[in-house]
């Protein structure tokens, strides 16, 4: 590990939406110089000694409300098995840049990931690789950002980092309200209360119950997670405390 910089988080669960892996692509579902450039930012965390998980979402290939005239739970299967394509192709980058690393998938595909199994997981962080969770919760009518939340609890990370297509959550959506303000905190109550759309709310509901704290940024710079493994103080964090201020 570093002397000169030390990680604030020992373990956390980064959740990537599936659209970051598509930023700038010219054709196809992938831009692989941007997941490369993803992917080595999480190098630059793995070698301070930080514990990674990851969750990925789908949203470049298929997300299940494109599926409207489908049955529900069909249109979902479409978007855990397109969760596990992108899960590959994280594991492909960050194992070529010499990162150790394990896809584990909710529902088993042995020929191309390991079944997700808990002990498992956790054995695979303590041993210093990353871990790659495809597949959402195996559920359908649940969300990544529920996966994330779910898979932060299971393995005691410390927190969840949200990386998103917008830079932090706002009073309200500032693509309608040019006068919506950027929070620094916020209470997942209040993420709730007023429904700011920019988690899922059956994730912010979990992790409000289960006392998980949320760092939500930017991810078209993806320096912005090393960032915030180090604490620099980007993006809202979403906690339950009230009385919570950034140090």
Not at 30 to 53: A, S, W
Not at 80 to 88: F, V
Not at 216 to 237: K, M, Q, S, V
Request: one cysteine or more; hydrophobic letters at 45%; a neutral charge.
């Amino acid at each position: 590990m570093s002397e000169l910089v030390k990680p604030r988080y020992k373990r956390v669960l980064l959740k990537l939406s599936g659209e970051v892996l598509a930023k700038g692509a010219t054709s196809g579902i992938l831009n692989y110089d941007f997941v490369r450039e993803i992917c080595l930012n999480i190098k630059r965390c793995v070698d301070l000694g930080v514990q990674m998980g990851i969750v990925v979402g789908a949203g470049n290939i298929w997300r299940g409300r494109q599926g409207v005239k489908m049955d529900r739970t069909r249109a979902d299967h479409m978007g855990m098995l397109a969760t596990a394509i992108n899960t590959l192709a994280l594991q492909d980058a960050l194992e070529q840049l010499g990162v150790e690393s394990r896809a584990m998938t909710a529902i088993e595909m042995k020929e191309l990931a390991e079944p997700y199994i808990r002990n498992r997981a956790v054995h695979h962080l303590e041993l210093g690789r990353t871990v790659i969770f495809g597949c959402g919760i195996g559920n359908p009518f649940f969300s990544t950002d529920t996966a994330a939340v779910l898979r932060a609890a299971e393995i005691n990370a410390d927190i969840v980092l949200m990386a998103k297509n917008i830079d932090g959550v706002y009073t309200s959506d500032p693509k309608k309200n040019p006068d919506a303000v950027k929070l620094n905190e916020v209470e997942y109550i209040r993420i709730l209360s007023d429904g700011l759309s920019v988690i899922d709310s059956t994730a912010a509901s979990f992790a409000m119950e289960n006392n998980i704290p949320m760092l939500l940024f930017g991810i078209d710079d993806p320096a912005n997670i090393y960032r915030a493994i180090i604490g620099e103080h980007i993006g809202t964090i979403i906690t339950n405390s009230k009385d919570h201020k950034r140090t």
